[in-house]
C-alpha cells in the first residue's frame, strides 16, 4: 500500500531528472559554443550564435555599437537587444538572466552609472569565466557575474528595478519557476525587458520533443499568447509581447537544429517562429 506521498515523490523526482538532463544538454551546448568563439577557430553554430545566424544577425547594429566592448558582439547569442529597449536610469539595480558573455550586462552597465548595480546571472561556469575575462578587461566597475539557475535566482526579494534577458527563458523547462522567480526579486513596481523566441504558429511535435532542438533555442519556447498569458498569471500587469523579428530557417539550419529527426530539412518552418521583445510591470502594490 502506497502512503500519499509516494506516487507525488516519484513524478516529482522524474521531472527533475528532466530539468537536470535538459539543463546539462544546455550547458554542454554552450560551453562549446562559448569555448568555439573564444578560440577563434569554431564554426560558432548552433540556432542562437554565427555572424549569419537568422536568430544573431544584426541584433546590436547602429548607434549602441559604440558603447559595446570590442570582441563581445561576436561572443552573443542573443535574439535581440533588450536594455536598449528597457530604458533605464542611473542608479537602477538591473538583473540580466542568463548573461552569457555579459554584452547586455555591460550595456546595463553604462546606463546606470555611477550609482547603478548590474548582476549577470548564468549556469554554465565558461560563460561566467569569459564574462567576468571581458569585465576585468574592459574595467567595468558596477557589473557583477553570478552563477546560479533562473529558476532560483540567489538574490533577495523587492532587491532589483530591473529584469532583462536575451534569449534564455525559452531554454528553460519550467517557466513558471523562472516568472514567478523574476517577480519575487522585482521591486513593487520593476519591470521586465526580454529578449525571446516565440512561436506564432504550432510546431511538429517532433521539433518541440527534441532536446538538440531545445538547446538549440527553438523547440522550448513558449507561443506569442501563450507568453503573455503565463506573466499575467504570475501577477504582471502591462504585458506586451512584440514580435520583431519573423524567422525564415534554411533546410541546413533545420537539420543542425534537430539532428536525429530524418526529413527535418523539408520541414515547413517558415513563419513559425519570431524573435520578440516583451515587457512587463510588477504591480505598486502587491
Ligand atoms: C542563448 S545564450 C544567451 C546568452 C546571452 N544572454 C546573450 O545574449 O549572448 C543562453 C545562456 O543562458 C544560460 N542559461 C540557459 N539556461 C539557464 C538556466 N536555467 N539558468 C541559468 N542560465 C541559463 C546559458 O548558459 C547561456 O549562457
Not at 173 to 188: G, H, N, Q, S, T
Amino acid at each position: 500500500m502506497f502512503s500519499a506521498g509516494q506516487p507525488r515523490c516519484g513524478a516529482y523526482e522524474r521531472s527533475m531528472r528532466i530539468l537536470s538532463d535538459i539543463r546539462e544538454k544546455i550547458r554542454e551546448k554552450y560551453a562549446e559554443a562559448i569555448r568555439n568563439k573564444n578560440s577563434c577557430c569554431g564554426s560558432g553554430s548552433s540556432c542562437c550564435g554565427g555572424a549569419e545566424d537568422p536568430i544573431t544577425r544584426g541584433n546590436y547594429d547602429g548607434a549602441v555599437m559604440d558603447r559595446i566592448p570590442k570582441g563581445v558582439v561576436s561572443q552573443s547569442f542573443g535574439c535581440g537587444s533588450p536594455v536598449e529597449m528597457a530604458g533605464l536610469n542611473e542608479g537602477e539595480t538591473v538583473l540580466d538572466l542568463g548573461s552569457g558573455a555579459g554584452l547586455d550586462a555591460f550595456l546595463a552597465g553604462g546606463e546606470v552609472e555611477p550609482t547603478g548595480k548590474v548582476f549577470g546571472l548564468d549556469m554554465t561556469d565558461e560563460m561566467i569565466a569569459t564574462a567576468e575575462a571581458n569585465r576585468i578587461k574592459w574595467g567595468l566597475q558596477n557589473v557583477e557575474f553570478l552563477k546560479g539557475f533562473i529558476e532560483d535566482i540567489p538574490l533577495p526579494d523587492g532587491s532589483v528595478d530591473v529584469v532583462v534577458s536575451n534569449c534564455v527563458i525559452n531554454l528553460s523547462p519550467d517557466k513558471e519557476a523562472v516568472f514567478r522567480e523574476i517577480y519575487r526579486v522585482l521591486k513593487p513596481g520593476g519591470r521586465i525587458s526580454v529578449s525571446d523566441v516565440v512561436f506564432l504558429r504550432p510546431i511538429p511535435e517532433e521539433i518541440r520533443t527534441s532536446i538538440d532542438a531545445w538547446a538549440g533555442c527553438v523547440a522550448g519556447a513558449l507561443g506569442r499568447d501563450e507568453y503573455a498569458e503565463k506573466l499575467e498569471k504570475t501577477g504582471f500587469c502591462d504585458v506586451k509581447v512584440s514580435p520583431t523579428r519573423v524567422y525564415e530557417f534554411t533546410s541546413s539550419q533545420l537539420e543542425e537544429m534537430v539532428p536525429n529527426l530524418p526529413g527535418a530539412g523539408s520541414l515547413d518552418a517558415s513563419g513559425v517562429a519570431a524573435g520578440a521583445w516583451i515587457s512587463a510591470r510588477k504591480p505598486l502594490a502587491v
